[in-house]
């Protein structure tokens, strides 16, 4: 019976942790929430595309394609209308060829990274959390760019998403 109320009692301030702690339902802050308050999306057809290879938007596939580049440019404005720490979210797809690109999203100055993962083709697309910044409301200026690019291609990108 002693066992049972201690295991009781951890499982309670577990969950009074994930309540009180305002992350919505669990207790990771590092992670996004489970029931996020806003999502804002940057979608591929909306984003101007800077190149001087071959990057296009698919719309068959709907998304960025072609990315071969570190001179390859992706970028979107955001508008964020509230304040707060909100979590960067990329749809990738990779070929099991290619993965391993380094690839950085600035937002207001900072620049968050992530490695591209194989996720089995090019049209098998993957949510990756790139990581968190703090935003004021306003409208800022979204570059992807490919930093690394240790093969022929970097990845396809249908959305960013800022998720609070």
């Not at 990315?67 to 404005?77: A, C, L, Q």
């Not at 968050?112 to 083709?121: E, I, K, R, Y």
């Not at 979204?142 to 990845?155: G, H, M, N, T």
Request: aromatic residues 10%; hydrophobic residues 40%; negative net charge.
């Amino acid at each position: 019976m002693q066992k049972f109320i201690i295991i009781s009692m951890a499982i309670t301030a577990l969950l009074l942790s994930c309540v009180s702690t305002g992350n919505q339902g669990h207790a990771d802050p590092d992670q996004p929430p489970v029931k996020p308050k806003t999502v804002i999306t940057l979608e591929s057809k909306d984003a101007q595309l800077t190149t001087q290879d071959q990057l296009v938007y698919n719309e068959e596939a709907d998304c960025v394609a072609w990315w071969e580049k570190t001179t390859d440019e992706i970028s979107w404005n955001v508008e964020v209308k509230e304040a707060g720490d909100y979590f960067i979210i990329a749809s990738v797809a990779c070929d099991p060829q290619f993965p391993g690109s380094t690839v950085g999203v600035t937002v207001n100055n900072q620049t968050l990274t992530f490695t591209v993962p194989d996720t089995g083709g090019w049209l098998d697309f993957f949510n990756i959390t790139v990581g968190k910044i703090n935003l004021k409301p306003g409208t800022y200026p979204v570059l992807v760019k490919a930093i690394e690019v240790p093969d022929r291609f970097v990845a396809n990108l249908r959305t960013l998403k800022f998720v609070k």
